[in-house]
């Protein structure tokens, strides 16, 4: 799953209306921003392997430290708790915590059984939705236009830039979406490695988006949290 990842992140700004896109988006992106580094330093492994699923010819075969359950629920301490001792925003922690966790549910629903439950990885899981396309594309779409619909109403405008920064956000994540359903496999997996460090650019993009839009009116009357 791609955009269905952001989806989260877009989404939860209204339940973490004082929460940056940009912690969101880092929060529900975290571990696929974490595997590629794993597999830079060779700690994390994958394989290409045309055929794997209908919409992917990578073989996740190790990443028990980024994807395993366990690991995934102590990434999820670690940020919410890490964002609670910056901001002491109570509720944008618990957010930020949920949109971690949320990115393993996700890929639960779309990966074959590659998502380890503990660290050995002897027993792994996944739904298997990416052998079924039409369905994936339509769940993940649906998702990322509900999480980009809320984004959208609990936030306006400051300048032009938070109308154009957020809607070039939105396209370009489509249009990279629809280049990896179309596209041609990765030449090798160094790439996928290099190429996976350049999602920290929707995270320094969704901070500046947000930094030129402000909570919708109805948001401003929400209580705020003691620091």
């Known amino acids: 799953m791609f955009i269905g990842h952001f989806a989260v992140a ?14 969101l988006f880092l929060a529900a992106q975290f571990i696929d921003l974490l595997w590629p580094l794993l597999l830079l330093v060779g700690m994390e492994h994958v394989r290409l392997d045309p055929g794997n699923t209908a919409m992917t010819p990578l073989d996740f075969y190790d990443y028990p430290i980024s994807h395993g359950l366990p690991g995934v629920l102590f990434w999820s301490l670690l940020v919410g708790g890490a964002y609670y001792a910056a901001r002491r925003y109570t509720r944008g922690a618990i957010v930020a915590g949920l949109a971690v966790l949320s990115h393993w549910i996700l890929d639960l629903l779309t990966h074959r059984p590659d998502l380890p439950l503990g660290f050995g990885g002897d027993v792994k899981v996944g739904l298997g939705l990416w052998n079924s396309p039409v369905v994936a594309v339509i769940l993940e779409v649906t998702l990322f236009a509900a999480g980009v619909f809320l984004y959208a109403r609990a936030t306006v405008k400051k300048d032009q830039r938070g109308v154009y920064g957020f809607w070039g956000l939105v396209a370009v994540l489509l ?41 919708a009116v109805g948001e401003h009357h929400l209580p705020r949290e003691a620091s």
């Open 10 to 23: 877009f989404g939860a700004k209204k339940a973490a209306p004082r929460a940056s896109l940009g912690t």
């Open 175 to 215: 249009v990279i979406y629809g280049m990896n359903l179309a596209g041609p496999p990765p030449p090798d997996v160094s790439v996928i490695a290099v190429a996976g460090n350049l999602g920290w650019l929707f995270v320094a993009w969704a901070y500046w988006v947000d930094a030129h839009r402000r909570l």
